[in-house]
């Protein structure tokens, strides 16, 4: 691999990823070839001028940044920015969106609302990338969505119109898996106006499965069509999958039949958020997780019911009524079973909710499933911050992300210790147990001791986040490999 001759005083380049829809494979585009440029030795940062996920993480300074921008600063070797995701759209239950501008609240708003106000978003979007520009010599903007949609073009800040105000080349990528390739790029270059074109330096077919040989033809015909050249054909890379997700419709049950040891069921909340939180779970070898999806019981034989965070609580308590869930979830704490809630799951498992200034919904107050001793109150003001916690003598690093206070008597039982202050509630026999902590299974140390809560002789042999290292140089390597991966860099801007 050969190392990037990198100036004193280097022009900071910039090139961008966009798709021919979502989910064609752009955050994991931009994660490779962030960590790739990075190891060539140049200084890469991430940007995504608009990200609209409920998968968030915090940046050292209390901002908030979509978690695929958290993950793309990993792969630079940096710490996470809110420069780096300047507009975040957050979908809540009935307030529509709630909308961070450089990793602060600025309200809820819906949809019609958020496009009144998009006028006055391209100058932070455009203030974060030269926040950046500033410190870097690369810096790999990733689009959201489709380049294509022409209708949405007006104060467009997430794809062509960030493009075209920034002067940023852009490489469109496209998803064979999903099938109906060459409609899909040849249909975009056809909807572009000529300026908007005349941007796009190639193209990459992404996702490949099979003998690459068998699209040459194909390629041959797009390029014919759109005169844009092809950067080469990325095959499927199956462990891409071990990375943290983006988007809830990526969540995927793990199926480890004979070797699992304990059992972990999911419900899958229509706006569940920070779902990366079990990701680490997922990777052990020897756990199941299993996201139950609406219509489907809780499964009796669970060792471990996780309810994960939310970003609509009151909306998603709702829907977990709706289904039956709180009998399945009763029946399980009767059998013996252990109840972790995790943010939004944690508020769930109390008495009430109460949204006195109706932050969230127009109900102010709704009945918890009562399995903790305490209440919450929503409030305006966001906590978002990092920290340490500790746990039965391991300590961890995690981070918090929520609006209100949760007090009562089962707090006095904290799950945690954080800073010498309690954190989070349990039971009295500890099978009831409640955190705002998010981020925690990442730590081998606090895993392996909270698993064995649950079995007593559970083994954790799983490095996580050598895990994610190693998987993000793999995915360089295979960027390298079959990627014409030098003309990212050939234009310059």
Not at 114 to 121: G, N, P, S
Not at 129 to 140: G, N, R, V
Not at 253 to 279: E, G, H, W
């Amino acid at each position: 691999m050969r190392k990037f001759a990198v100036r004193e005083k280097m022009t900071t380049k910039s090139f961008m990823i966009q798709g021919t829809g979502s989910n064609v494979g752009k955050s994991m585009l931009v994660a490779s070839l962030c960590r790739y440029f990075t190891n060539q030795g140049l200084k890469v940062r991430p940007f995504k001028p608009q990200n609209m996920s409920n998968n968030a993480a915090v940046t050292p300074d209390g901002g908030e940044i979509g978690r695929a921008q958290a993950l793309q600063a990993l792969a630079c070797k940096t710490a996470p920015s809110i420069h780096m995701n300047p507009i975040l759209l957050k979908p809540e239950g009935e307030t529509g969106s709630q909308l961070i501008i450089q990793g602060k609240r600025r309200g809820s708003y819906k949809a019609k609302e958020f496009y009144k106000l998009k006028k006055d978003l391209m100058a932070p979007v455009l203030d974060s990338f030269e926040h950046l520009k500033a410190q870097a010599d690369l810096i790999i903007v990733e689009g959201a969505g489709s380049a294509s949609e022409i209708n949405l073009r007006e104060h467009d800040i997430a794809n062509m119109g960030f493009a075209l105000r920034a002067n940023v080349p852009v490489y469109l990528a496209a998803d064979i898996d999903r099938g109906g390739i060459l409609a899909a790029l040849v249909g975009t270059h056809a909807l572009l106006p000529q300026n908007e074109r005349d941007l796009i330096k190639g193209y990459i077919i992404n996702k490949f499965r099979g003998d690459p040989a068998l699209f040459h033809s194909a390629q041959t015909l797009i390029t014919k069509k759109t005169n844009w050249p092809s950067l080469g054909i990325c095959p499927w890379f199956p462990k891409a999958h071990t990375l943290p997700a983006e988007d809830s419709q990526d969540l995927q049950s793990t199926k480890k039949a004979n070797k699992a040891q304990i059992k972990i069921a999911v419900p899958l909340l229509p706006r569940i958020a920070n779902f990366d939180d079990l990701d680490p779970l997922s990777a052990e070898p020897t756990i199941d997780v299993q996201f139950i999806k609406p219509g489907t019981p809780l499964p009796q034989d669970a060792d471990l019911i996780i309810l994960p965070g939310s970003k609509a609580t009151i909306a998603d308590l709702r829907f977990l009524y709706a289904q039956g869930w709180d009998i399945d979830i009763k029946a399980h704490m009767r059998a013996g079973g252990a109840i972790l809630g995790l943010c939004g799951g944690y508020q769930m498992l109390g008495r009430s909710i109460k949204d006195p200034q109706k932050i969230e919904s127009s109900c102010e107050e709704i009945n918890g499933l009562n399995l903790l001793d305490v209440e919450t109150t929503l409030e305006p003001i966001k906590t978002l911050t990092q920290t340490t916690a500790n746990f039965e003598g391991e300590t961890l690093t995690a981070y918090e992300m929520h609006m209100g206070t949760t007090k009562g008597p089962d707090c006095n039982n904290p799950l945690f210790m954080k800073n010498n202050q309690p954190e989070g509630a349990q039971t009295p026999s500890g099978q009831i147990m409640g955190t705002y902590l998010h981020g925690l299974f990442q730590e081998d140390g606090f895993r392996t001791a909270f698993l064995q809560k649950i079995q007593a002789d559970h083994q954790s042999t799983l490095a996580y986040q050598d895990q994610i290292d190693t998987t993000l140089n793999e995915l360089a390597d295979h960027l390298e490999t079959h990627l014409n991966i030098d003309k990212f860099i050939a234009q310059n801007n």
